[in-house]
């Protein structure tokens, strides 16, 4: 995977939540990227229930099977799919309990927060913006598949650059193409402030827009990550891509997303995630 790739997975954490932390529960957004507040969203009437003795009930329609109901389902294979991006915004959960009241605007959920950007030796060098969206499969090659969640990794979207100059926002907005009026979304080579940035940025989620994106299994022993985090220790590295994970016995082909520890196997297994690795535009390539 390219260096330059700001969503790149792998590596110890770059804050104190954890890297696969999900991102479901998404709140209602309005036109300009904020959460709705609760009255504005729509209020549906409850459905009444079904009567006590409605012969569906009673009807003896379930057959006793063996097997686990309770099982989650397997990640979504690695592949390129097309993908529909929403804001889910930030909690208080999400910066480790901080007080983010001035960032709400109303809402229960902010929209973004500023990070504190450091260098390797803790060393504060700038504050950068930063959110979490959602990753939703909307693939008709893979009905399977429809309104499965991918994850990106470390949780935070954010204005960060890297030694090369680029954010993960920036990376987006730039294979997003043109706004509706026609415009593009970012003008290369021009300069832009942290925060106009995902200003920006809030707009195009507003739109719920779809993009392609790449998927990537991956996995690090969760018992290891939580010594490492107690500790202050290095966290251990993950095992990324599904063809690295357990093949199925009998089943060539067809790979096992429980992944058990590489250092120490009394500590169980860790299922694999699907991680949204790399992004690209809808038309740049052939599925």
Request: a neutral charge.
């Amino acid at each position: 995977m390219s260096a330059s790739n700001p969503f790149t997975t792998g590596g110890a954490p770059a804050t104190g939540a954890s890297p696969f932390a999900t991102t479901t529960n998404q709140p209602a957004t309005a036109a300009n990227g904020q959460a709705a507040p609760l009255d504005n969203q729509t209020q549906h009437v409850p459905e009444p229930l079904p009567d006590i003795n409605d012969p569906a009930l009673t009807s003896e329609s379930l057959t006793a099977k063996e097997g686990d109901a309770f099982a989650a389902p397997p990640p979504a294979p690695d592949a390129i799919y097309r993908v529909k991006l929403k804001l889910r915004g930030v909690k208080a959960d999400d910066v480790n309990g901080a007080d983010i009241t001035q960032y709400l605007a109303g809402a229960e959920v902010a929209s973004w927060v500023p990070g504190i950007a450091k260098d390797r030796g803790g060393n504060v060098t700038g504050t950068f913006a930063k959110t979490i969206m959602d990753v939703q499969i909307i693939d008709p090659k893979f009905p399977e598949l429809d309104g499965v969640y991918l994850q990106v990794p470390f949780k935070w979207t954010d204005t960060r650059s890297s030694q090369k100059g680029l954010s993960k926002i920036m990376t987006i907005l730039t294979l997003a193409g043109k706004r509706p009026d026609g415009q593009p979304w970012l003008v290369l080579g021009q300069n832009y402030g942290h925060r106009p940035l995902m200003e920006i940025f809030l707009k195009f989620l507003a739109g719920e827009p779809e993009i392609l994106c790449r998927s990537e299994w991956s996995a690090s022993c969760d018992v290891c990550g939580q010594l490492a985090k107690q500790s202050g220790g290095a966290y251990p590295k993950s095992v990324d891509g599904m063809q690295r994970f357990p093949q199925v016995p009998g089943k060539p082909g067809q790979y096992s997303p429980d992944l058990p520890c590489l250092v120490n196997r009394a500590h169980g297994t860790t299922k694999a995630r699907a991680m949204a690795v790399q992004f690209y535009a809808l038309d740049s390539v052939k599925k």
